[in-house]
């Protein structure tokens, strides 16, 4: 194999880990709200700017400002779902979407106001040199990305899985009703997955601060990714849309080695439409797992 197709799939799968966990917080609140976040880009945009603010003001490392971008998200989710969204969880679909879309709007003209459009660089000096194994090259910043994504998509699964919340989750999610005659209170715990939603996208953007230029606009450009990505995992499935953001990832790299980076969008969404086409449910349809 070419070095430098191998090149690319390396940096394509590093990527994918991040785009997979901006699309898990998506998924995780499809699947339990049943709601379709068009605010998801820009909440990610905001995990970018809090992470930015805080690392220039006080001059600490992206990664010490961390977790201040995963309180601050999960807050902003807890608070848009438990105040606005509940109020009309009974209305039309188109409602909600509307909302969330009108969340969005607010969040980037108010990112906008306080930091202008001027594009914005963090950078670490602790990162700026590229790591040499043998004739790979490879972008620390994007590596810790790609470990960090992982073990938050482990922690989310235990979180799942492993715990009372997680459970109350989990029931929320498939049937409502039936969770709230066992004592669960559905409206707060669909708060808690909406802002654990929030934080998993508010992590991908802190993790992508240091890699890349930054604006009010820049969620945009990852929402429809998101998306992508969400679908093809199976709406709701957490390691479908962790498998389907890696594939995404190093589709989009190899397909800027071969025939250049104006048509990664254009031949990851062809994928979409072809997979779609064949298996309308995703790759990893969604399984409800009892336990």
């Known amino acids: 194999m070419n070095f430098q197709v191998f090149q ?30 068009f605010a998801h880009g820009a909440m990610m945009t905001m995990g970018m700017y809090v992470v930015y603010s805080i690392s220039t003001h006080f001059g600490v490392s992206p990664y010490i400002a961390l977790p201040v971008s995963i309180l601050a998200l999960f807050i902003v989710g807890y608070l848009l779902q438990r105040f606005l969204i509940t109020r009309i969880s ?24 306080i930091f202008t459009p001027n594009y914005k660089t963090l950078n670490v000096e602790s990162l700026s040199t590229a790591i040499r ?3 790979l090259t490879v972008n620390p910043a994007k590596l810790i990305a790609f470990l960090v994504a992982l073990v938050v998509t482990a922690l989310i699964y235990l979180l799942l899985y492993r715990t009372f919340i997680g459970k109350a989750i989990r029931a929320t ?32 953007g802190a993790l992508l601060t240091p890699v890349l230029s930054i604006y009010p606009t820049i969620g945009e450009t ?11 995992g199976g709406m709701g499935n957490l390691w479908g849309a962790l498998i389907s953001g890696l594939i995404v990832g190093v589709v989009e790299m190899l397909t800027g080695y071969y025939l250049g980076g104006s048509w990664s969008d254009f031949v990851v969404y062809i994928v979409f439409v072809l997979v779609l086409f064949i298996k309308p449910t995703g790759l990893f349809e969604r399984r409800n797992r009892r336990e």
């Open 90 to 113: 009974n209305a039309p679909a188109h409602n909600q979407l509307l909302l969330t879309l009108g969340v969005a709007y607010i969040l980037e003209n108010t990112i906008l106001a």
């Open 222 to 232: 990852f929402q429809l990714k998101c998306f992508v990505i969400a679908v093809l």
């Open 8 to 37: 690319a799939l390396f940096d394509g799968v590093l990527m994918g880990g991040v785009y997979a966990l901006a699309a898990l917080g998506l998924s995780l609140i499809f699947g339990v709200m049943k709601i379709t976040n």
């Open 133 to 135: 194994i043998g004739k």
């Open 173 to 204: 999610s498939q049937e409502r009703d039936g969770a709230r005659l066992m004592g669960i209170v559905v409206n707060r715990t669909g708060a808690i997955a909406f802002g654990i939603g929030a934080l998993c996208t508010g992590i991908a």
